[in-house]
T-cell receptor, first 113, second 110 residues
Framework: RKEVEQDPGPFNVPEGATVAFNCTYS??????FFWYRQDCRKEPKLLMS???SGNEDGRFTAQLNRASQYISLLIRDSKLSDSATYLC??????????????FGKGTHLIIQP | DTAVSQTPKYLVTQMGNDKSIKCEQN?????MYWYKQDSKKFLKIMFS???????INETVPNRFSPKSPDKAHLNLHINSLELGDSAVYFC?????????FGNGTRLTVT
């Protein structure tokens, strides 16, 4: 099983719809979780951290399910500008890069007018 | 004020050449990284430096060598460039897990 897995998509979603996607991780000792957004030909940018209690930032909600070892990102009232690739990052002690950071391969989201 | 800046933005060179990419961060972070994003868009860590000490080297060929003159800089030097080195290289810095990326250097080896 890969350390961090995401459905690559693309997810084609009409504007205004709600979309959600998950990211599964294999290391049960993982400590921290993040969602990043990457636009075409741009650098990844931190979208939000994922807390154990879940967190919400405007139209975006991130949740953590430790029992099933996945994090989720939900986008409500999707906008054309939400079209991007969403990368999950898992921080643990085994595998991954420095500080145990491991990136998923990303989920490509396309919001259609 | 750019937090993490890397230069050049584009680099086109021939096989066998040696090239460097520079990176600077003004965030005061202790850890800096180099990532490679290939044509399949997969971000893979190459190096990280913490307080000028290399702490991870992810089986990257020794043609790649990071150089950190101080905590705010982590440069990437590449010897004897190969076609397979063509990719986008991102510098990043962090404190506590959240990464701040530079805007990338698109390297094309011909």
């Amino acid at each position: 099983r890969k350390e961090v897995e995401q459905d690559p998509g693309p997810f084609n979603v009409p504007e205004g719809a709600t979309v959600a996607f998950n990211c599964t991780y294999s290391n049960s000792a993982s400590q921290s979780f993040f969602w990043y957004r990457q636009d075409c030909r741009k650098e990844p940018k931190l979208l939000m951290s994922v807390y154990s209690s879940g967190n919400e930032d405007g139209r975006f909600t991130a949740q953590l399910n430790r029992a099933s070892q996945y994090i989720s990102l939900l986008i409500r009232d999707s906008k054309l500008s939400d079209s991007a690739t969403y990368l999950c990052v898992v921080v643990g002690y085994s595998g991954g890069g420095a500080d145990g950071l491991t990136f998923g391969k990303g989920t490509h989201l396309i919001i259609q007018p | 004020d750019t937090a993490v800046s890397q230069t050049p933005k584009y680099l086109v060179t021939q096989m066998g050449n040696d090239k460097s990419i520079k990176c600077e961060q003004n965030l005061g972070h202790d850890t800096m990284y180099w990532y490679k994003q290939d044509s399949k868009k997969f971000l893979k860590i190459m190096f990280s430096y913490n307080n000028k000490e290399l702490i991870i080297n992810e089986t990257v060929p020794n043609r790649f060598s990071p150089k950190s003159p101080d905590k705010a800089h982590l440069n990437l030097h590449i010897n004897s460039l190969e076609l397979g080195d063509s990719a986008v290289y991102f510098c990043a810095s962090s404190r506590g897990g959240a990464l701040h990326f530079g805007n990338g250097t698109r390297l094309t080896v011909t």
